[in-house]
């Protein structure tokens, strides 16, 4: 009975929790990770020296910190003191440290005057596994 | 004089029109790109099959036409009827090849009675090589 036990659960291993792990539209890599719309509106007056230190903080951001996989930043052709960031994280994790770096409490400190609004809208991607060409 | 003239003019291209080319935010590669945010609410009794028509959409865009250069989708976690795509092709003439496909069209006409609200809005990106690791 107990091997026979030990055989049925194996089974319902197999059966109902292996597929979770390779099947689906997540895979294990993009499983944690964390994507989140940021928009901001600038102040008009603020907006060069806004877009330059916005520019730092990506920069250093991507290249210095493997968890964030991207910050891709937008501003609207037509109302260029709004801007759109698509932000993707690793992990939790990664977004906790990212928030502690020295890079971006300089932006964080740096810009506080220079953003008129800040919504921040915790997102679902359609395709997790979805890059840039 | 003449010659005076010509040299003139050819430093004048050297110094002013060549480097444009070459330097600034944007590279060649990604100079010509078009860029966009769309914006969608979707009626909540058609969610689950507007899903996945636009991840089939998207798969085969990004899969058959290399001027696609992403199509990132995400839901808001708090209003999941609510859909951005960062949209990025080429140039401009990818995006036109892009409307004319047959799994755009599918898409577009099999999605028309559950889209609710669509806004397209032109952008600019602030790091235009950015890509998602």
Redesign the interface.
């Known amino acids: 009975m107990a091997i026979r036990h030990k055989a049925v659960l194996l089974a319902l291993f197999a059966f109902a929790v292996l597929p979770l792990s390779g099947c689906g539209?997540a895979s294990a890599e993009t499983q944690g990770q964390m994507?989140r719309?940021a928009k901001l509106e600038i102040d008009p007056a603020q907006l060069d020296a806004y877009?330059a230190a916005?520019?730092e903080e990506?920069?250093a951001s991507?290249s210095l910190e493997?968890g964030?996989?991207?910050?891709?930043?937008?501003?609207?052709?037509?109302r260029?003191t709004h801007?759109?960031i698509?932000e993707?994280y690793a992990d939790r994790a990664a977004y906790e440290h990212h928030i502690k770096t020295p890079h971006f409490l300089k932006y964080k400190q740096g810009t506080e005057k220079m953003v008129k609004s800040l919504e921040l809208?915790?997102?679902?991607?359609?395709?997790p596994s979805?890059?840039?060409?």
Do not use: G, Q, W
């Open positions: 539209p994507v719309l877009r916005l520019k990506i920069e991507v493997p964030v996989l991207t910050l891709y930043a937008v501003s609207e052709k037509d260029p801007f759109t698509l993707i809208v915790d997102s679902v991607p359609l395709v979805m890059k840039i060409k």
